[in-house]
């Protein structure tokens, strides 16, 4: 008997992009908290199965982070929302990430705005993401390995700065390199538990919200933590 296309096990492309609108619809737009329609669309676009390594790709998306090595993880597609849409993006807006990971929130960043700067520090895992990237074609990401805390001095200043891994306080060089009205977004708190916090500079000063409670790895750096514990 031949096998159709259909009978084979697991999923293919059609099957994980209704994974995907299912992951928007229960987890991105179902509380109502995410309107920013950018970010909806860049959601639904990104194959979040491709940015993971290959046995988790069935687990892609589920409401919760997963592994990508190194012990460094891809976060919860609600918190790439809520992150993304506090930078409160336009199209020509120049964006700094630091903590590349996958490539997964880079490439939801390169959807809505024309260049994205992103630093990761282990290069294993910036290889992977270059691969990642370049598979689905994203040509406005420059990718630098190296230490995000220090910022990215040559392309600053940015009108948004997102840092994926959680800092013990702001770095103040990653203030200095942001806009005049330019928003940062952030975790800060202890090595197991940070409040994810927006600071928007304002006539040059921080002016601060807190937004919501989260956990993430450690930013390893010269203004984040000593070491990777
Ligand atoms: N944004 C990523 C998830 C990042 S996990 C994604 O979409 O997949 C946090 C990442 O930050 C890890 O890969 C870790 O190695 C990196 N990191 C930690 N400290 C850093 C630093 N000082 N500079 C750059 N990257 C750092």
Redo the contacts with the bound molecule.
């Keep these: 008997m031949r096998l159709s296309r259909h009978s084979k096990i697991g999923k293919n492309s059609y099957e994980f992009e209704l994974s995907r609108k299912e992951m928007v619809e229960s987890q991105i737009i179902r509380y109502g908290e995410i309107k920013d329609t950018n970010v909806i669309q860049a959601m639904l676009k990104v194959p979040r199965h491709l940015?993971m390594p290959e046995s988790l790709k069935y687990e892609a998306y589920g409401d919760y982070p997963l592994p990508?090595g190194?012990g460094?993880?891809?976060?919860q597609p609600y918190m790439?929302a809520a992150m993304t849409e506090a930078l409160e993006l336009k199209i020509t807006d120049r964006v700094l990430?630091?903590?590349?990971?996958?490539?997964?929130?880079?490439a939801i960043l390169a959807e809505i705005v024309e260049e994205v700067y992103t630093?990761?520090?282990?290069e294993s895992?910036a290889q992977q993401a270059k691969k990642n990237l370049a598979n689905q074609g994203y040509t406005n990401i420059k990718i630098k390995i190296g230490?995000?805390?220090l910022g990215w001095e040559e392309f600053a200043l940015y009108d948004g700065i997102i840092v994926?891994?959680g800092a013990p306080s702001v770095p103040e060089i990653l203030f200095q390199q942001l806009k005049e009205g330019g928003r940062l977004v952030i975790p800060i708190g202890d090595r197991f538990s940070q409040d994810l916090i927006l600071v928007r500079k304002q006539n040059g000063k921080p002016v601060q919200k807190s937004l919501l409670g989260c956990m993430f790895?450690?930013?390893?750096?010269k203004y984040?933590w000593r070491n990777g514990a």
Excluded: C, H
């Design positions: 940015f990508i190194e460094q993880t891809i976060s790439v990430e630091i903590g590349t990971g996958s490539g997964y929130q880079a630093i990761e520090r282990i895992i230490d995000g805390t994926t891994a790895v450690s930013l390893v750096g984040g």
